[in-house]
């Protein structure tokens, strides 16, 4: 059946209320699916101080617009983050937080981010990343990436002295 809207009202972003002629009110979700992907290193073992580059894409499968379209990518605390870039909007990083705010992304829309990523101390580089928007997502299981597969091995300088020669029987 259809039904003729005669009126719209609004209750914050996502939800769309329509008031028909003669069937009351109906509330319309307005939803979008952001998607993650991302790059990591080869995983191994690597001596403390070696960089490496990690690359995000975050995408809105649709089928609506993402407001307020972000990435936010933790670190663990062995780690220094080196010139996060992005395709779109601004990044900042503020302990060991890497967060890009990318605005509204239409359906089909992408944004790229590209950061380098040191070993400051040994154990495993934990990276946990998640992209969000103020709408509730259609498919919550594609909104995360978690990886710690590269391990940075803490260098131990040995040095040994002779002091004294074996005797000889």
Same mark, same amino acid.
């Given at each position: 059946t259809f039904r003729r809207i005669t009126a719209f009202a609004s209750d914050g972003p996502g939800v769309l209320y329509a008031g028909a002629t003669y069937t009351g009110l109906h509330q319309y979700t307005? +939803?979008?699916? *952001?998607?993650i992907t991302a790059q990591a290193p080869t995983a191994g073992t690597f001596p403390v101080g070696t960089q490496f580059p990690w690359q995000a894409q975050?995408?809105?499968? @649709?089928?609506?617009?993402?407001t307020l379209?972000? *990435?936010?990518?933790?670190l663990g605390a062995n780690t220094n983050i080196i010139s996060p870039t992005s395709?779109?909007?601004?990044?900042?990083v503020a302990s060991q937080v890497l967060t890009c705010d990318f605005g509204v992304m239409q359906p089909g829309e992408t944004?790229?981010?590209n950061m380098t990523v040191q @070993?400051? +101390?040994g154990g495993a580089i934990r990276i946990?990343? +998640?992209a969000v928007a103020a709408e509730q997502d259609l498919d919550a299981t594609n909104n995360t990436f978690t990886d710690? @597969?590269?391990?940075? *091995?803490?260098?131990?300088d040995l040095n040994a002295t002779v002091l004294a020669s074996a005797a000889t029987v």
């Amino acid at each position: 059946t259809f039904r003729r809207i005669t009126a719209f009202a609004s209750d914050g972003p996502g939800v769309l209320y329509a008031g028909a002629t003669y069937t009351g009110l109906h509330q319309y979700t307005v +939803s979008p699916d *952001l998607q993650i992907t991302a790059q990591a290193p080869t995983a191994g073992t690597f001596p403390v101080g070696t960089q490496f580059p990690w690359q995000a894409q975050v995408r809105n499968n @649709g089928p609506h617009a993402a407001t307020l379209a972000r *990435l936010t990518w933790q670190l663990g605390a062995n780690t220094n983050i080196i010139s996060p870039t992005s395709s779109r909007g601004q990044c900042v990083v503020a302990s060991q937080v890497l967060t890009c705010d990318f605005g509204v992304m239409q359906p089909g829309e992408t944004a790229d981010v590209n950061m380098t990523v040191q @070993g400051a +101390s040994g154990g495993a580089i934990r990276i946990q990343a +998640s992209a969000v928007a103020a709408e509730q997502d259609l498919d919550a299981t594609n909104n995360t990436f978690t990886d710690a @597969g590269v391990r940075i *091995l803490e260098q131990i300088d040995l040095n040994a002295t002779v002091l004294a020669s074996a005797a000889t029987v």
